[in-house]
């Protein structure tokens, strides 16, 4: 058994975690964590921090300046009531609810929790990585700011001490002339965690690719989500034509990503399916750029 601790504020849940860490998980959805201790998958704390009524504090989406932020505590259903669904430039988002869980997940799950539990499916984690985004966490000794590529180390492992607390999501507000796709392959459309995963950021100056980012899940021995940089890197610059995107797919793609086989299916399925994945990716975003529809 566990306490359960309900702070009267965001001082008070940093000033429970310094006194009490690692004795503590904070919890806020809870769709993961209760899973994980119900099937004693991780050991049982001392106390679960109850975030529920830090909701007025940690639940949002806005801009600021040219950051766009999200409140740790902010439920997937919270994010799709929001301009993060309305703007073009954010229609990955879009794509994302679409393919993630049951609504009854949705309305529980949180973004600072889909984070924290740093698992190779992650859909959120493997869409936020196109964006460049970056986790805020908070002590009682103060505050860092961590790319989200850095904050997650392997499978169920981040750098998060265990007196700090996530508390925010951030990543750059993006330029006109831009959109993003998540595409999900698996053998049915929901409550799937997906075969092959895949994320596409693009911004266009003219037909030219201005910037452009792409994550997918397990690249190379990772067990997590991760960027294809040589990808990227390939692309950027470039005129957008299928030719490009051809290359890139079949010659480029293969040589920075690594697939596994495991009981789902073969290594040689999950590289082929990622290649039609990034080819349909970046077709969707460019053509959502061209429409400004989602």
């Known amino acids: 058994m566990f306490g359960l601790y309900r702070p009267k504020s965001l001082d008070d849940a940093l000033e429970f975690l310094s006194k009490n860490a690692p004795e503590v998980r904070p919890i806020a959805g809870g769709t993961e964590l209760l899973v994980l201790l119900r099937d004693k998958k991780i050991p049982t704390p001392k106390y679960l921090l109850d975030l529920s009524p830090l909701k007025n504090q940690l639940s949002y989406v806005k ?31 879009v794509d994302t609810w679409r393919k993630f869980g049951t609504f009854a997940i949705r309305f529980s799950a949180t973004i600072g929790g889909n984070i924290a539990a740093a698992t190779q499916y992650s859909d959120y984690i493997t869409l936020l990585l196109a964006y460049d985004a970056s986790v805020r966490v908070i002590s009682v000794k103060g505050e ?22 996530i508390v925010e999501v951030e990543f750059p507000n993006p330029p006109d002339r831009t959109s ?5 392959f698996d053998r049915r459309e929901l409550l799937i965690a997906g075969i092959v995963t895949g994320a596409c950021y693009l911004s266009l100056d003219g ?5 452009v980012k792409i994550a997918f899940d397990m690249v190379r021995d990772k067990r997590i989500p991760a960027r294809l940089k040589e990808v990227e890197d ?26 596994i086989s495991d009981w789902w299916t ?6 082929d399916m990622s290649k039609v994945s990034l080819k349909r990716g970046l077709l969707r975003s460019k053509t959502r750029i061209e429409r400004g529809v989602i």
């Not at 073969?266 to 590289?271: I, N, P």
């Open 63 to 93: 801009v600021e300046g040219e950051v766009v932020k999200i409140g740790a505590t902010t439920t997937l259903y919270e994010l799709s009531k929001t301009f993060l669904h309305k703007d073009v430039r954010f229609a990955g988002f």
């Open 144 to 165: 860092r700011v961590i790319p989200l590529e850095h904050f997650i180390v392997d499978k169920r492992n981040i750098r998060l001490q265990p007196d700090e607390l």
């Open 180 to 184: 993003s796709s998540f595409i999900k």
């Open 207 to 211: 037909s030219r690719i201005r910037d």
């Open 234 to 259: 390939f692309l950027r610059n470039r005129e957008f034509s299928e030719e490009i995107i051809e290359k890139a797919s079949e010659e480029v793609l293969p040589a920075s990503m690594k697939r």
């Open 266 to 271: 073969s290594a040689e399925y999950r590289l």
